[in-house]
T-cell receptor
Framework: DARVTQTPRHKVTEMGQEVTMRCQPI?????VFWYRQTMMQGLELLAY????????DSGMPKDRFSAEMPDATLATLKIQPSEPRDSAVYFC?????????????FGDGTRLSIL | GQQVMQIPQYQHVQEGEDFTTYCNSS?????IQWYKQRPGGHPVFLIQ?????EVKKQKRLTFQFGEAKKNSSLHITATQTTDVGTYFC????????????FGKGTKLSVIP
């Protein structure tokens, strides 16, 4: 079965360090989403790309977060500098959107702890 | 902006009891999707509803989309311990939008 692959699965680091999370979407999917999940806020959409072009990153704190898709097989989400409040599970999801919205396929997530 | 409200936030049921979660959108939706997230896992797509008043079944799960396409429900008959997890609804506005707006989910606990 095709699946979305996220690395690393777990990350523990100290405040102020740079964090890079990577996502390999399902081959053929043209839309990639980054979500953050916390107990308080639930699933928050941070940014998404269609055909590698960023469409919306209004959910991201721009001063420290950045999202890129250097090629069709890799999406990255970076936090610099990281802060304790960034501790959360970060999910990448991919899907295929053409004339209608299709299901999103989620990766296993990156569980991030900032000390 | 668009909001999707989901209730209840938590539900504890005895195994064998029924369970229902409700989803309400502030705006008319083009379609609605439902996802299940097991503890420690990731959201997994269950189903998509598109038509006004649509009802779909998957074994013990029944999904409904309201006539006005602003609300939806998921009903589980005779819950089992394998139903444990958080159920999310996610609404799509339609053409020109590629994102889903997720509700905060209903966390289901099943007491054996």
């Amino acid at each position: 079965d095709a699946r979305v692959t996220q690395t690393p699965r777990h990350k523990v680091t100290e405040m102020g360090q740079e964090v890079t999370m990577r996502c390999q979407p399902i081959l053929g999917h043209n839309t990639v989403f980054w979500y953050r999940q916390t107990m308080m806020q639930g699933l928050e959409l941070l940014a998404y790309f269609r055909n590698r072009a960023p469409l919306d990153d209004s959910g991201m704190p721009k001063d420290r977060f950045s999202a890129e898709m250097p090629d069709a097989t890799l999406a990255t989400l970076k936090i610099q500098p990281s802060e304790p409040r960034d501790s959360a599970v970060y999910f990448c999801a991919s899907g295929y959107t053409a004339t209608g919205n299709q299901p999103q396929h989620f990766g296993d997530g990156t569980r991030l702890s900032i000390l | 902006g668009q909001q999707v409200m989901q209730i209840p936030q938590y539900q504890h049921v005895q195994e064998g009891e029924d369970f229902t979660t409700y989803c309400n959108s502030s705006t008319t939706l083009s379609n609605i999707q439902w996802y299940k997230q097991r503890p420690g896992g990731h959201p997994v797509f269950l189903i998509q509803l598109v038509k006004s008043g649509e009802v779909k079944k998957q074994k013990r799960l029944t999904f409904q989309f309201g006539e006005a396409k602003k609300n939806s429900s998921l009903h589980i008959t005779a819950t089992q311990t394998t139903d444990v997890g958080t159920y999310f609804c996610a609404g799509w506005l339609g053409a020109g939008s590629y994102q889903l707006t997720f509700g905060k989910g209903t966390k289901l606990s099943v007491i054996p």
